[in-house]
């Protein structure tokens, strides 16, 4: 949070006038964003759009994309030492990488705040400003929300719009027998990036070293929607036949996706994209690597799956990683080990109760 030196209280401009001061010079750059900030509603007209990157030409084709996630303070974040711009961005990204991960584009997003007294204008200054680079970097309108005082510290939630072609749409329950099972980046960074800042909130140490490990805090307070996978999937001709972001981890995410689509899995140990930094901070904690790399979770990275004939294509792409294949339902789902043992993959991801 921000400094008490020159803090503003937020009653010195009340609701509206709060409003007003955090989106004031918000401008629109999506062609569908008729009205944004500044009225009981906001008006979007989809039959205007003109995506040249999704290729739309007849409205008729256009769907809408929507989806919503809520942050509580101690439960998905710790201001101890998560700075809010980082968390702004966090919270905005977080909601573009669900709309990716539907192969689509986000295009607008509400932002809603419970507020408790401990913040100021300050405060939600830098909050709204990593809200608004996420959304200068990923092309999206701030178009509305709301806010509200709160009892129990900071709460955010945000509800994204996008859009996509009704044939270009993948939902989780298309995957079929056989198919490729890929995910993109490494996994497991950013629960070990959260791992070293409980260390490091508990060791209470005034200047903790992060020397070495700053990509580790980068995955974990800063986050990236895998938009870049999603283009070059499209320029490869390769359409997913499931896919999921993984927030909350490999195997609960697998887990989904064999449910949706009546289907089994297996994937192999020895080809989970792991990073160094990662491995060697597992190593030093006394954690297992592989179990962080299935449960961790916050990675934001795509898992999906594609039909066999797409491998030709799909292994020139960079940072995507092929990790098995799905199989019958009747044979569940699977980690096979680096000796050939199998066992059972288990949901241990994050359970929000």
């Not at 030196?5 to 918000?26: A, V």
């Not at 769907?63 to 919270?91: C, Q, S, W």
Request: proline share 3%; charged share 25%; with cysteine.
């Amino acid at each position: 949070m921000a400094k008490n030196n020159g803090r503003t209280e937020i009653s010195t401009l009340g609701e509206f006038g709060l409003i007003r001061h955090l989106t004031e010079n918000i401008r629109p750059v999506q062609p569908s964003t008729q009205k944004g900030v500044g009225d009981d509603c906001a008006v979007m007209d989809f039959g205007k759009i003109k995506n040249e990157e999704l290729k739309i030409k007849n409205a008729a084709d256009i769907r809408v994309l929507m989806t919503t996630d809520l942050l509580l303070e101690g439960i998905h974040f710790n201001l101890e030492y998560v700075p809010l711009k980082h968390l702004g961005y966090k919270a905005a990204v977080v909601n573009f990488s669900d709309i990716y991960a539907m192969n689509g584009t986000p295009t607008q997003i509400t932002v809603s705040l419970g507020i408790s007294k401990r913040f100021s204008i300050e405060d939600l200054e830098d909050l709204y400003s990593g809200i608004r680079l996420a959304c200068e970097r990923y092309g999206v309108d701030l178009v509305g929300g709301d806010t509200s005082a709160s009892m129990t510290g900071l709460t955010i939630s945000i509800t994204c719009l996008g859009t996509a072609k009704d044939e270009d749409i993948v939902y989780r329950s298309g995957a079929k027998e056989h198919n490729l099972i890929c995910v993109t980046g490494n996994l497991g960074t950013a629960y070990m990036g959260l791992q070293l800042l409980e260390r490091e909130r508990v060791a209470n140490a005034e200047q903790p070293d992060f020397s070495g490990k700053e990509y580790l805090l980068e995955r974990q307070l800063k986050p990236e929607a895998r938009r870049d996978i999603i283009a070059k999937l499209r320029e490869a001709g390769i359409k997913p036949t499931a896919m999921m972001d993984i927030s909350d981890g490999l195997s609960s995410e697998l887990l989904h996706i064999c449910h949706q689509s009546n289907c089994g899995c297996a994937i192999y140990e020895d080809k989970l994209p792991i990073d160094y930094q990662a491995a060697v901070l597992a190593e030093e904690m006394n954690l297992n690597i592989v179990t962080c790399a299935l449960n961790g979770g916050e990675d934001y990275e795509l898992l999906f799956t594609c039909d066999i004939n797409d491998y030709e294509k799909l292994v020139p792409i960079d940072d995507v990683y092929i990790i098995g294949h799905i199989t019958k339902p009747e044979f569940g789902a699977v980690i096979v080990g680096r000796n050939g043992e199998e066992m059972m993959i288990q949901a241990q991801g994050w359970k929000a109760f």
